[in-house]
């Protein structure tokens, strides 16, 4: 008896693996849903570290030391990515050099290409020009303030912010687009360039283009804006991915060759 044996062409699709705050549970979703729209081109994989506060306490900060991070990322990198993404914000209140550092850490460590929310942020915002920032997120004001801070010492003033006083990691995925959405539209009243939502477990990527076509100014979502950077970053077109606002637009115009500084 004969036996048929089928082949089928293998699959080359792009790998992106993403450190994701343990207590996180909005970024998968989203991101998942974003890539969705090119097929096998491209897929996300997961690894997390425990992010359970977000505060200026000794326990919070401690959450970001680096050997955590190195040792998830030591098991992404066994999935073979392309490219190794920390999708989180800490840097916005910590300092892009904490990103730079733990990027190059990263790849001295796994061999892989590394990039970060905060710094795909940083590339994005010095592609557009931005120099008048609105900003909105969950976090308390000891840590806003940190991060308006960040920004002034980038050249970049923050017109209006919005927050809502929170420290729980887990908790900032409860609160509904729509509450967000809310947050986004009182801070576009003082018509900034442009409004970053600075959290990746926060629901303003399923807002941002209705947002946006109502005000007319770019909406700026952390988990969008790492998903577009990884992309691009990668040789994809992110600008393929409709529905979640302009910024993959943006991003699709980013020279990635001069991103970092």
């Not at 557009?128 to 997120?137: C, D, S, Y």
């Not at 308390?140 to 809502?164: F, S």
């Not at 950077?229 to 637009?249: A, E, M, N, Q």
């Amino acid at each position: 008896m004969a036996v048929s044996i089928v082949t089928y062409p293998l699959i080359d699709g792009r790998r992106i693996g993403m450190l994701t705050p343990s207590s996180n549970t909005v970024l998968e979703p989203y991101t998942s849903a974003m890539f969705a729209a090119l097929g096998g081109e491209a897929s996300a994989h997961f690894g997390r570290f425990r992010v359970v506060e977000i505060s200026m306490s000794e326990a919070s900060q401690s959450q970001f030391i680096m050997e955590p991070i190195l040792e998830a990322a030591e098991r992404l990198a066994e999935a073979n990515p392309h490219l190794i993404a920390w999708n989180g914000t800490s840097a916005s209140w910590l300092g892009l050099e904490k990103d730079r550092a733990l990027c190059a850490a990263i790849t001295e460590r796994t061999g892989v290409p590394a990039t970060s929310t905060m710094l795909a942020y940083d590339a994005l915002l010095r592609h557009m020009g931005i120099t008048r920032l609105g900003l909105v997120t969950p976090y308390m004001g000891e840590i806003q303030e940190r991060i308006v801070a960040n920004y002034d010492a980038q050249g970049i003033q923050v017109v209006a912010e919005r927050r809502l006083e929170d420290k729980g990691n887990y908790s900032f995925a409860t609160y509904p687009p729509e509450q967000v959405g809310s947050l986004i539209e009182t801070v576009a009243e003082s018509r900034p360039e442009a409004i970053a939502v600075v959290c990746t477990n926060f629901r303003g990527a399923t807002v941002a283009q209705h947002i946006e076509e109502s005000c007319g100014i770019p909406v700026l979502d952390s988990v969008a804006v790492t998903t577009a950077y990884c992309l691009h970053s990668v040789g994809l077109d992110p600008s393929r991915i409709t529905g979640w606002g302009s910024v993959f637009k943006h991003v699709a115009q980013i020279d990635t060759l001069s991103a970092q500084p």
